[in-house]
């Protein structure tokens, strides 16, 4: 069984630019997250899907940030204009009753 | 509000010695725990999870947990520590059924000497 995957792995920015950050969930799995881990922090949840519907983004910064999850399977985390405090490890975790899996993440740096 | 706790940032053991790691959380009502470890440059993985049932729980390589209601902790084990669990170790709690979101702690440098 393959296991969540995420791209790009590194990504580098100036302030002000715009990136979009991709995941494919274990097959079957109905809910995905979006965690954003600073260095030397544990992961703190930006947004939840089930399905296609966005459970909790409360976490997420909407005036920069947005996720979708149009067909309920892969799930694109986009940031409009970063700044330097953006920078950091962004995982993307997928579940089915429980026990999430995570992918290896995208680590951005924002000079 | 839901919390995790580990206080130890760094712990340093020697190859072969056992190991505990603690974790303390703040929960009202019945807690569902984690661990996962994270190897450099790695997304996060399982080592064990707890739903309410035997306060012992058993994970992989060797690792196990125990949940204990009254010290509000779930410390992790593992009774003879390999160079290759150096690693961050994260303990986590969720709500369960219907919110399994995770609140993580901030994480244990574990440091294995020869």
């Known amino acids: 069984e393959a296991g969540v995957t995420q791209s790009p792995r590194y990504a580098v920015l100036q302030e002000g630019q715009a990136v979009s950050f991709w995941c494919d969930p274990i097959?079957?799995?109905?809910?995905l997250y979006w965690y954003q881990q600073p260095r030397d922090q544990g992961p703190q949840l930006l947004v939840y899907?089930?399905?296609?519907?966005?459970?909790?983004n409360s976490q997420l910064p909407s005036d920069r940030f947005s996720a979708v999850r149009p067909k309920g399977t892969n799930s694109t985390l986009k940031i409009q204009s970063a700044k330097q405090g953006d920078t950091a490890t962004y995982l993307c975790?997928?579940?089915?009753?429980?026990?999430?899996?995570f992918g290896p993440g995208t680590r951005l740096t924002v000079l | 509000a839901q919390s995790v706790t580990q206080p130890d940032a760094r712990v340093t053991v020697s190859e072969g010695a056992s190991l505990q790691l603690r974790c303390k959380y703040s929960?009202?009502?019945?807690?569902?725990l984690f661990w996962y470890v994270q190897y450099p440059r790695q997304g996060l993985q399982l080592l064990l999870k707890?739903?309410?049932?035997?306060?012992v729980v058993q994970g992989v390589n060797g690792f196990e947990a125990e949940f204990s209601k009254s010290n509000s902790s779930f410390h992790l084990r593992k009774a003879s520590v390999h160079w290759s669990d150096w690693a961050v170790y994260f303990c986590?709690?969720?709500?369960?059924?219907?919110?399994?979101?995770?609140?993580f702690g901030s994480g244990t440098q574990l440091t294995v000497m020869p």
């Open positions: 975790a997928s579940s089915r009753l429980g026990g999430q899996y």
């Open positions: 097959s079957g799995h109905d809910t």
């Open positions: 899907f089930r399905d296609e519907a966005v459970i909790d």
């Open positions: 929960y009202f009502g019945t807690p569902y």
């Open positions: 707890y739903y309410p049932g035997d306060p």
């Open positions: 986590a709690v969720s709500m369960g059924s219907g919110s399994w979101q995770l609140i």
